[in-house]
């Protein structure tokens, strides 16, 4: 595949962060032909870890959210489509049908069109609120503005923005009850030991986590909802946030051809067809062979600094044909419970836990990862240079038991 020239028009499909993050790098990378850019919000590109920090607990404005402004778009010379979702991408001429009947082509199109929060089949589901988008929080602030202090609220689901929701909420005043399906919240991410003690923090938070709740359905009524259990039980709430994961947006693409699974499809360039290499995928949507000290995976990866590092990637490989040479060592935050959770590598909740610095009482601790005896991940409460210093640990293989020896994270 040639280098980008000034002849070629790149177009870009999702306006999100890993679509700014490519169009900046593009021309930081002196790229000089067309860009255009395409999203189905109405918004310039936004950031989205602070709608479920800063935004809801009433701290921000949603407008601080934002990553583009006219003028920054005006000066990397951006065509924006906004407002306006892709309907299908025919790979062959590079060409992407927007759902206002009109087409753009180009000559190369990266895919960056995230994930969307996924939904339950509720009889009141159209009325619940999720958390993904500006216009998500600014509805849900909204209607928080309505309850008194000390309303019980619903947060369907105890992962990381569950979590994080309910924190917020606590914040604004407010009773967060989570009703998570699992034994612990973050079971089927982090494992048993590491959800144990994340499920220690609830109370002190002014959180009710309740634990393995199966609901079978949520009514709407003239004061809220009632949740209804399996076990026959009900709970009434005026106000219901469903927070029960993503997933990727790629039905636009059926009828593309491209490989699908879960993801968009790419190889360790983020090139979704290997034939021409025109396509790319970046960001939350993109199911990409990374490459760990624990061997290749396919993985899809839903961080910040996943979609930052996709971005810088791609744009590198289509201007300079340069391929990166390190490893790509995925890097997470979440703000739940009052405390700062970090976490490097992408580990497997089957994977040994090893408590390596701090203590559980305290709240702050710092703990391995490790698979077959070699460490594949590093997690910290409230220890942020614990974290970073042990980063080393994942840049080359590293066993368990010389990274005890070695101890990079300090007292
Ligand atoms: C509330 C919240 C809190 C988060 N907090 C953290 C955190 O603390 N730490 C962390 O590491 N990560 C966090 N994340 C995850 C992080 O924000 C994502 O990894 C990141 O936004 C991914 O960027 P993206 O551009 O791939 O996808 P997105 O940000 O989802 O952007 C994709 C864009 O494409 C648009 N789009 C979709 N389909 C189409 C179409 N057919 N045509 C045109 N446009 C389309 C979407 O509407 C969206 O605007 C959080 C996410 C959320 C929602």
Redesign the pocket.
């Known amino acids: 595949m040639d280098l980008l020239s000034g002849d070629d028009h790149v177009i870009v499909?999702?306006?999100?962060?890993?679509?700014w993050r490519f169009v900046e790098a593009l021309r930081r990378d002196g790229y000089e032909g067309a860009l255009t850019l395409?999203?189905?919000?109405v918004h310039l590109p936004y950031d989205?870890?602070p709608?479920?920090k800063q935004v809801l607990s009433g701290k921000w404005e949603p407008d601080q959210t934002a990553l583009a402004t006219d003028e920054l778009v005006s000066s990397l010379e951006v065509t924006t489509h906004l407002g306006v979702?892709?309907q299908q991408l025919d790979v062959a001429t590079t060409t992407v049908r927007l759902d206002n009947g009109t087409s753009v082509a180009g000559t190369r199109v990266v895919l960056?069109?995230?994930?969307r929060a996924r939904q339950l089949p509720l009889s009141a589901a159209s009325s619940l609120h999720t958390?993904?988008s500006r216009d998500d929080v600014v509805r849900l602030t909204n209607r928080l503005n309505t309850l008194a202090e000390g309303d019980p609220v619903v947060v369907i689901g105890g992962g990381f923005?569950g979590a994080?929701a309910a924190t917020a909420l606590a914040a604004r005043g407010l009773r967060p009850i989570i009703l998570e399906a699992a034994e612990r919240p973050l079971l089927n991410v982090v494992g048993p030991s590491v959800s144990t003690w994340l499920e220690g923090l609830a109370p002190a938070a002014r959180i009710e986590l309740r634990t393995s709740q199966q609901i079978t359905d949520v009514l709407a009524n003239d004061n809220g909802f009632v949740v209804h259990f399996e076990s026959g039980d009900t709970l009434v709430a005026p106000l219901v946030v469903l927070s029960v994961g993503a997933s990727a947006?790629i039905e636009?693409l059926a009828t593309s051809g491209l490989t699908i699974d879960n993801g968009v499809v790419v190889n360790t360039d983020l090139v979704a067809n290997e034939s021409n290499g025109a396509i790319g995928a970046i960001?939350?949507?993109a199911c990409f062979e990374w490459q760990s000290v624990v061997g290749t995976e396919l993985v899809r990866i839903?961080?910040?600094?996943t979609?930052n590092d996709h971005a810088a990637h791609l744009a590198k490989f289509w201007t300079t044909g340069e391929q990166s040479t390190s490893l790509m060592i995925p890097y997470?935050?979440?703000d739940q419970y009052g405390k700062k959770i970090q976490m490097l590598g992408h580990p497997r909740p089957s994977d040994d836990v090893t408590l390596v610095n701090g203590s559980l009482d305290d709240a702050k601790w710092t703990a391995l990862f490790s698979r077959d005896g070699v460490v594949n991940g590093v997690i910290a409460l409230s220890q942020p240079r614990a974290l970073m210093l042990s980063r080393p640990l994942l840049e080359h293989v590293t066993t368990l038991k010389s990274a005890l020896e070695l101890a990079p994270w300090g007292n």
């Not at 499909?13 to 679509?19: F, H, M, N, Q, R």
């Not at 960056?112 to 994930?115: L, R, Y």
């Open positions: 499909v999702g306006a999100g962060l890993a679509g395409i999203g189905n919000e989205r870890p709608l479920s979702a892709a960056a069109t995230g994930t958390l993904r923005i994080e947006n636009w960001g939350d949507v839903e961080h910040w600094q979609a997470f935050w979440s």
